[in-house]
């Protein structure tokens, strides 16, 4: 771009009522007093000379620091990582357009990403950045600022002050990046895992029956006959029932007593029912967790009938007598006679049925050693450490490639979740800072999740029999990786740039100039004076900018750079006159830029030009001339705006681009709030919209026209 484009500077100023309320408590200074402002890279001293004439000399050293870079605000670019390139080796990593945070704490913040997220070319832009902290001055220039009256009585003295601002002359730069300085470190893992049973623990519940049963006959006939062929028999017994079952807990071999349950019944052939009794106990199993295990036991009844059949014979004798004569005499003779019947019989028996049961627990529980052997490779980095994390592990190690395999035991009566945390961190010396430096490599978790095996198996008992259920509790394990690997661009170069370093000095040496400025400023203007402190600021400022450099490109760009550390502002393109070729009438393209700044006090009412929203007020001053044509005398404010008849014509110093003067009535401007820094390795300073301001009235050197 053509320099020329940048030679007209117009001042705007737009009433700010904050402003006025922030310096409401602002003392004048007393005799004889030494302040210090600013940062430590200043030297900066008022003294009085001469009792009671508030005469000050003001000595301004400027020795850029790092931590200068927090009067600049800026905000990442929005290049997309980890290059943040517009072409291989053009890095953009700042954008002072949008200034939502502090350079320096931009740059530190930057400088603590990790590889994942800055390839090594702009960490390595990065690094020359942070070495203008190591610039090393070699001898000073100076230049004298005079500040400006504010009121007709003088009451700050700023006629009587004098500012002496010392600047690097001459300096050294660093030729490559300090020692120690590296690309940030990152890893590369391979990992697995094992686990295997080492031990197990088992209880279980066992019960003791003793059952004794007594019956009684209390009824029974029969039915049928041994001559028919058949007798059936009907029996009805009751029962007696005496019970103890005793309970016992084994816990890994060992046998303790844990209740009983006993008793009597009295059972008649027709009756039925039931009784149960549930035994419980709460033991502790490794590793201390509290488990409850039980048994249970009972006695159930109904009437029981049962028929057995067999046959028999049935015998009996009947006497014969036969009687016969013998003469007179009769003889009786008798004998016994053996009748034999075959039958069948059938035995009904009716009783109280009894039945037993008992239901018993085995539990076993397993643990486990489980283990992840890792093997892990740390690139980059100045000294890293690496640090794994587990549940009650912890391992740290500065080697590079090493191998470790962290393990721990678990017990399937309590699983849980153990997650492995690796990291990698180091730290980067800048000046007065230390960066940490972390690499997440991320997590590995071994998650258990339970697998209980159930059986049972049957036992005897008196009377009926008894039920072991068994379960075994078992864990199967899942690694869920969660890792991230280093980067492919970890191996590529970074590379030290020299003029990039140059170019950040400078503007941390702006950053020094502006605070101490606007310093001086607070610590010596006046309560009632405190709307005019920006215009004040600007003075300073266009001073230095004129004295100091001898070119219009320089003096444009550190103008504008010093003003909108404080000012916001705005640009309008024009037509801009040549008064180094005056008498003729020469115009060049160019733009006028407008600053922000405070009201201009009433003793400089001459040099108002024009009025914008808010009835503020603005005046002129021309770089470009004022460095190149001796009538403008390098003031920085007080050249009025001037047109009038020449050759019988009206000459303007600035044209709109239809030909008209500059700026014009109803004209919207629009002023952006960032700080400007045309030129400066690996940022940027495009402009965003910015607040309209509309012009309201000119001021044509006798009256207002609106």
């Known amino acids: ?16 009522l904050s402003f006025v309320a922030s310096f409401a408590n602002i003392k004048t200074p007393q005799q004889n007093t030494s302040v210090q402002v600013g940062t430590s890279t200043q030297n900066e001293q008022y003294t009085e000379t001469i009792p009671y ?18 009067y600049v605000r800026g905000s990442y670019s929005n290049l997309l990582a980890p290059y943040y390139n517009i072409s291989p080796e053009a890095y953009i990593l700042f954008n002072f357009s949008t200034p939502s945070s502090n350079m320096l704490q931009l740059l530190l913040n930057a400088l603590a990403w990790n590889a994942s997220q800055i390839a090594p070319g702009p960490y390595g832009a990065l690094l020359s950045v942070g070495s203008s902290a190591y610039v090393n001055i070699i001898n000073y220039g100076n230049t004298t600022l005079q500040p400006f009256p504010l009121n007709q009585n003088d009451t700050e003295n700023y006629s009587k ?22 690309y940030p470190p990152s890893d590369n893992l391979n990992y697995g895992m094992n686990y295997s049973i080492i031990n197990s623990y088992n209880v279980n519940t066992q019960v003791d029956p003793i059952i004794s049963v007594s019956q009684q006959l209390v009824y029974s006939y029969s039915t049928g006959s041994f001559c028919s062929g058949h007798v059936t028999y009907y029996l009805y017994y009751d029962d007696q029932v005496n019970y103890n079952f005793r309970y016992f807990v084994d816990q890994n071999g060992t046998t303790t007593f844990l209740d009983q349950y006993k008793g009597t019944l009295s059972l008649s052939y027709d009756s039925s029912g039931q009784i149960s009794h549930t035994a419980s106990d709460t033991v502790t199993v490794p590793p201390g967790v509290p488990e409850t295990v039980s048994a249970t036991v009972g006695l159930s009844w109904s009437p029981g ?87 009650s592990y912890s391992y740290n190690t500065g080697l590079n490639n090493f191998q470790v395999t962290p393990w721990y035991t678990i017990w399937s009566s309590l699983p849980f979740t153990n997650s492995y945390k690796i990291t990698t961190h180091d730290s980067l010396g800048l000046a007065n800072y230390t960066v940490g430096r972390t690499w997440n490599a991320g997590n590995l978790t071994i998650t258990p999740t339970s697998n209980e095996v159930s059986g049972s198996q049957s036992f005897y008992i008196p009377y009926g029999g008894g039920t072991e259920s068994i379960n075994d509790y078992y864990l199967n394990f899942n690694l869920i990786p969660n890792i991230t690997q280093a980067p492919s661009w970890i191996y590529q170069s970074m590379n030290y740039n020299k003029y990039a370093t140059i170019d950040w000095f400078y503007l941390e040496q702006n950053a020094t100039l502006a605070h101490s400025l606007y310093e001086f400023i607070n610590h010596t203007i006046n309560e009632s004076d405190t709307q005019f402190w920006k215009f004040e600021y600007f003075d300073l ?34 037509q801009i006159l040549n008064l180094s070729a005056w ?15 405070s009201r201009i006090p009433g003793i400089y009412n001459s040099s108002v030009y024009f009025n914008v929203t808010g009835d503020s007020e603005t005046y002129l001053v021309d770089v470009y001339n004022a460095l190149g044509y001796p009538g403008w005398n390098k003031v920085p404010f007080g050249n009025s705006f001037y047109f009038g008849p020449v050759g019988g014509r009206t000459v303007y110093f600035y044209l709109n681009q239809s030909g008209g003067e500059l700026p014009y009535l109803g004209e919207t401007l629009n002023f952006f709030d960032s700080n400007y820094v045309p030129s400066i390795f690996y940022a940027t300073s495009g402009t965003v919209y910015g607040t309209p301001t509309k012009i309201i009235a000119i001021w044509n050197g006798t009256a207002w026209i609106s």
């Open 53 to 70: 004439k508030y005469i000050y000399n003001k000595t301004i050293t400027l020795a850029p620091d790092i931590q200068d870079l927090a």
């Open 161 to 182: 002050a004098e500012i002496i601002v010392k600047y690097a002359k001459n300096f050294e730069v660093p030729n490559s990046f300090q020692r120690g300085w590296s």
């Open 1 to 16: 771009m053509d320099i020329k484009r940048f030679s007209v500077l117009f001042i705007a100023i737009i009433i700010i």
């Open 583 to 597: 008498p003729s009438l020469k115009y060049e393209t160019g733009q006028l830029l407008l600053f922000n700044v």
């Open 305 to 391: 009938h049962s028929v057995s059949s067999g046959s028999g014979v049935y015998v009996y004798y009947t006497r014969v007598c036969h009687h016969y004569h013998e003469g007179n005499t009769t003889i009786t003779r008798c004998y016994w006679v053996r009748h034999e019947y075959n039958y069948t019989y059938t035995v009904n028996t009716y009783y109280p049925s009894i039945h037993s049961i008992a239901d018993t627990v085995s539990d076993t529980w397993y643990e486990y050693n489980v283990s992840l052997p890792l093997r892990i490779e740390v690139y980059n980095g100045t000294s890293p450490s690496t640090s794994i994390v587990g549940k």
């Open 541 to 574: 400022a266009a001073e230095y900018t004129m004295y100091t450099f001898n070119t219009t490109y320089n003096a444009f760009n550190n103008l504008l750079e010093l003003e909108s550390f404080y000012e916001n502002w705005s640009v309008v393109p024009a």
